[in-house]
C-alpha cells in the first residue's frame, strides 16, 4: 500500500487550512478551491472517495466533536426547529430534488432521481458551523444549524438506503421504507441510550488519563458499529452518546479533559481540512463516464438541481418557522417576537458536503438484474456540482449577508459580565470551603502555603471582573495581557536554567521532563486563569 499519497493529502490540507487562517475566506471554501486547482496537476494521484472509508471512519468522529461540543440543554430548548429541519426538512429536499429531476433528465427514472434526492438532502455539519463560528452568529441560530446537522445525516442515509432499494428492483414499498426509517431512528437512539451509561462509567473509573483518552477515541467507532450491526443509524448512536458524555464532561478526572480536549482538537482539524481537500480533488473521478451528458446539457441539469436545493430550504424554512409560532400561544411566549432574519440565514446556510459525495459514491455499478444503474455518472456529477456550487456560492456568500443583516450577536461585556458572577459565586463556596479544611488539625498548612491557596482563589475570583477594565494607557495590554506575559517571562526563565542545569550534567532528561510538565502545568493554568 503506498501512504505516500495520504500523506500528501493530510500535509496539504493542513498548510492550506493553517493559511485560511490569515485570510477573510473560510477554510472550507479555500480547502475546496486547492483541491479544484491541484486535481489536475500532472503526477498528482487520483483520489476517489471511498464511502466505505467516510462513512465508518472519518463522520463519527467528526460527528463526536460536534456533538461533544453542543450544548444538551440548549439543543433541547430547541429541539423543534431542529427535527423540522433534519428530519422534516431533509425527507422534503428527497422529494423536491427527486421530482424535478425526473421531470427535467430524459431518461432518468424516479427511482433513481429520489436516490439523487436523498444524497444531496442533508447540508453539512462542518461548512455550516465553520461559518457560524467565524462570523459570530446569534446563539439560537448556531444551535438550530448545529443540531440540524447532527441528525440530518441519519435521515438522508436512511432514505438513501429507502431509494436505493427501490431502485436496484428489490421491491420497496412504503410501508417497508416507514419501518426502515423507524427501525434506524428508534434503534439507532436505543443504541445510544444503552451505551452511554456504562461509557461514562467507564471513563470515570479508568484511573490513567491514557487509558481514558484511548477509551475517548474508540467511543464513535464502537457507538457507530454497535448500531450499524443491528441495522440501526449509527449517526444517531454516535450523537446520543457525544451529547451525554459532553454534558457529564465534568464527572471526569481534569488531566483526561485537558488531553482530550488537544487530542480532539487535532483530530478534528486534519479530518475536516482532509475532507474539504477531497472534495475538491473529486473532479477528474466525477468527469469521467459523462458520455451524452458533457457540456452544456450537463451544465443545465447541474444549475437546475442546484436551484432546486436552494430554493426548497427557503420553502420549507419559513413555514416551518412562522406557522408553529402563529398557531401556538405557547411557543410565542417562549419564543418572543420573530424577524424574517434569522430564518433567511438558516435557509441561506444549507452547504453540502462531504456526507453527500461519499453516498453518491457507495450508489452499486448495477441493479439487481445486472443492467448498468441508471444514469449513475450524471449522479455522481450532478452531487458534486451541488456541493461545489453552495459550498462557494453560499460559503461566499453567507459571512456578507450576516453582516449586511445586523442580526443581533452576543454581547461579550454581557458574557464576562454573567462570567464574573458565576465566578463569584464559585469563589465565595470554594473559600468557605477552605477554611473548613484549614481548620481541621489533620489539614494543617504552614501560614506561607495556605495564604497561597487563599491568593490563587482571590486572583481567579478578580481576574474576570478585571478583564471588563481598561488596558494599559502605554502597552495597550489588558490586564489579562499583562498578567499571561509575565507569567510566561517568568516560566520561560525557570525553563531556561533547568535546560542549562540539564546541559552542564547537573540533572538528567527524565528529571527534566519532570520540571518542564510542572512548568507547562503552570503555565497552563495562568493562560486559562487569564481567559
Not at 454534558?247 to 486534519?270: G, I, P, Y
Given at each position: 500500500m503506498d501512504v505516500m499519497p495520504l500523506l500528501l493529502l493530510v500535509a496539504g490540507s493542513a498548510v492550506v487550512a493553517a493559511a485560511a487562517r490569515r485570510t477573510p475566506v473560510p477554510a472550507p471554501l479555500l480547502l475546496v478551491a486547492a483541491g479544484l486547482a491541484v486535481s489536475y496537476l500532472p503526477g498528482v494521484p487520483e483520489y476517489t472517495l471511498d464511502p466505505h472509508i467516510v462513512l465508518p471512519l472519518v463522520l463519527p468522529p467528526l460527528l463526536h466533536t460536534a456533538a461533544t461540543d453542543s450544548s444538551y440543554l440548549d439543543l433541547r430548548a430547541q429541539l423543534r426547529p431542529v427535527m423540522l429541519l433534519s428530519v422534516g426538512y431533509v425527507l422534503f429536499a428527497?422529494?423536491?430534488?427527486?421530482?424535478?429531476?425526473?421531470?427535467?433528465?430524459?431518461?432518468?427514472?424516479l427511482t433513481a432521481a429520489l436516490v439523487l434526492g436523498a444524497v444531496v438532502a442533508p447540508p453539512d455539519a462542518v461548512a455550516a458551523t465553520a461559518v457560524a463560528r467565524r462570523v459570530g452568529l446569534p446563539s439560537r441560530v448556531t444551535t438550530i444549524l448545529q443540531g440540524e446537522s447532527l441528525v440530518n445525516d441519519a435521515t438522508a442515509i436512511t432514505a438513501y438506503r429507502v431509494a436505493l432499494a427501490a431502485a436496484v428492483g428489490e421491491g420497496a414499498t412504503w410501508a417497508g421504507g416507514i419501518g426502515e426509517f423507524l427501525l434506524a431512528a428508534v434503534g439507532g437512539v436505543g443504541v445510544g441510550l444503552v451505551l452511554m451509561v456504562p461509557i461514562h462509567w467507564l471513563r470515570t473509573h479508568l484511573k490513567e488519563a491514557l487509558l481514558q483518552n484511548t477509551l475517548s477515541l474508540l467511543i464513535p467507532f464502537v457507538a457507530y458499529a454497535a448500531a450499524e450491526q443491528v441495522h440501526a443509524s449509527g449517526v444517531l448512536a454516535v450523537v446520543v452518546v457525544a451529547l451525554f458524555l459532553g454534558?457529564?464532561?465534568?464527572?471526569?478526572?481534569?488531566?483526561?479533559?485537558?488531553?482530550?480536549?488537544?487530542?480532539?482538537?487535532?483530530?478534528?482539524?486534519?479530518?475536516?481540512?482532509?475532507?474539504f481537500a477531497l472534495i475538491g480533488l473529486q473532479l477528474p473521478v466525477v468527469l469521467k463516464g459523462l458520455g451524452e451528458y458533457e457540456g452544456s446539457r450537463a451544465a443545465g441539469y447541474a444549475f437546475v438541481v442546484f436551484a432546486v436545493v436552494v430554493v426548497s430550504r427557503f420553502v420549507w424554512v419559513y413555514p416551518a418557522t412562522f406557522l408553529p409560532h402563529k398557531l401556538s400561544a405557547r411557543i410565542r411566549e417562549r419564543e418572543g417576537d420573530l424577524t424574517w432574519k434569522g430564518p433567511f440565514i438558516i435557509s441561506w446556510a444549507g452547504m453540502r458536503g462531504v456526507v453527500s459525495l461519499a453516498i453518491a459514491f457507495s450508489i452499486p455499478l448495477t441493479v439487481h438484474g445486472g443492467e448498468p444503474f441508471p444514469e449513475r455518472n450524471l449522479i455522481l456529477f450532478l452531487t458534486f456540482t451541488t456541493v461545489i456550487g453552495t459550498l462557494v456560492v453560499q460559503g461566499v456568500t453567507l459571512p456578507p449577508l450576516i453582516r449586511m443583516l445586523k442580526l443581533p450577536t452576543r454581547d461579550p461585556q454581557a458574557e464576562t459580565l454573567a462570567e464574573a458572577n458565576a465566578q463569584a459565586q464559585a469563589s465565595r463556596a470554594a473559600e468557605r470551603r477552605l477554611e473548613e479544611l484549614l481548620s481541621d488539625e489533620r489539614n494543617a498548612l504552614p501560614d506561607p502555603l495556605a495564604a497561597r491557596l487563599r491568593a490563587v482563589l482571590e486572583r481567579r475570583r478578580n481576574s474576570v471582573w478585571e478583564r471588563l477594565g481598561q488596558a494599559n494607557?502605554?502597552?495597550?495590554?489588558?490586564?489579562?495581557?499583562?498578567?499571561?506575559?509575565?507569567?510566561?517571562?517568568?516560566?520561560?526563565?525557570?525553563?531556561?536554567?533547568?535546560?542549562?542545569?540539564?546541559?552542564?550534567?547537573?540533572?538528567?532528561?527524565?528529571?527534566?521532563?519532570?520540571l518542564l510538565r510542572r512548568l507547562d502545568l503552570e503555565e497552563a493554568a495562568a493562560y486559562r486563569e487569564a481567559q
Open positions: 428527497t422529494f423536491a430534488v427527486g421530482w424535478i429531476a425526473y421531470l427535467v433528465v430524459p431518461g432518468l427514472p454534558h457529564r464532561a465534568w464527572e471526569v478526572d481534569f488531566a483526561t479533559r485537558l488531553q482530550e480536549e488537544a487530542v480532539w482538537r487535532m483530530v478534528a482539524f486534519v479530518l475536516e481540512s482532509s475532507v494607557p502605554i502597552t495597550g495590554e489588558s490586564v489579562d495581557d499583562t498578567y499571561r506575559r509575565l507569567s510566561r517571562e517568568v516560566i520561560g526563565a525557570e525553563r531556561a536554567v533547568f535546560v542549562k542545569l540539564r546541559d552542564g550534567r547537573y540533572i538528567d532528561d527524565e528529571m527534566l521532563r519532570t
